[in-house]
């Protein structure tokens, strides 16, 4: 599996790296707080189990020996980061019964869903399942919000993208040539953060 070195990360695929180059954008343009972490730690879903077996020994004292039933379940989110009041306002929606708190987060177009106002937790996916882990992570997912009361914001870059922005640095191979689908960018279609700025402005703080 390659490796993307960004900012003192050791990313693990160019989803990963394209979404923290959004995060380098949004952080220098007020939208996401200083400080966004990547891999920062890991919740246990599910602990170790057990089972003990009695051993009777001929030259020893019996004794009882704990032998492993199943391997315990732990997920870790990929970025973890904060919103500004203008990131919160335009892109967050809060998962709660309040009213209070629907009427003043919650409207269809925004892309974060959490419920803890303000924190955002994501994955990373691409738009194929290479590795096969789309229906872990969606189990895992599941259980971390009915046992953590946390929800995990799965994001794909190329669907992400049109709904926000594209960073400059996302459109970009490696190599510093232009990334290209069929003959066409990548990421075409997609507006920049000057874009999104434009469209919905600091001091209107849109809801």
Not at 159 to 180: N, Y
Request: net charge neutral; hydrophobic share 35%; proline share 4%.
């Amino acid at each position: 599996m390659p490796t993307y070195a960004y900012n003192k990360m050791s990313l693990k695929s160019r989803e990963e790296l394209d979404f923290a180059y959004w995060l380098t954008e949004a952080v220098k343009n007020g939208i996401v707080k200083e400080g966004f972490e990547y891999e920062p730690f890991s919740y246990t879903i599910i602990d170790d189990a057990e089972f003990a077996i009695y051993r009777k020994m001929k030259r020893v004292d019996d004794r009882i020996e704990q032998k492993s039933l199943f391997n315990g379940w732990t997920y870790t989110p990929d970025f973890v980061f904060e919103l500004t009041d203008y990131g919160t306002s335009n892109l967050m929606n809060v998962i709660t019964d309040d009213i209070d708190l629907i009427r003043e987060y919650n409207t269809s177009r925004k892309v974060f869903l959490t419920t803890n106002p303000g924190k955002i937790e994501v994955d990373t996916k691409g738009v194929f399942d290479r590795w096969h882990d789309s229906r872990e992570f969606s189990h895992k997912q599941k259980a971390l919000f009915a046992f953590h009361n946390v929800y995990i914001n799965k994001v794909v870059p190329l669907s992400f993208f049109k709904k926000t922005w594209v960073p400059e640095l996302a459109k970009l191979r490696t190599s510093g040539s232009p990334r290209m689908t069929k003959g066409k960018p990548t990421f075409d279609g997609c507006i920049t953060i000057k874009e999104f700025l434009a469209k919905y402005p600091k001091q209107e703080m849109l809801i």
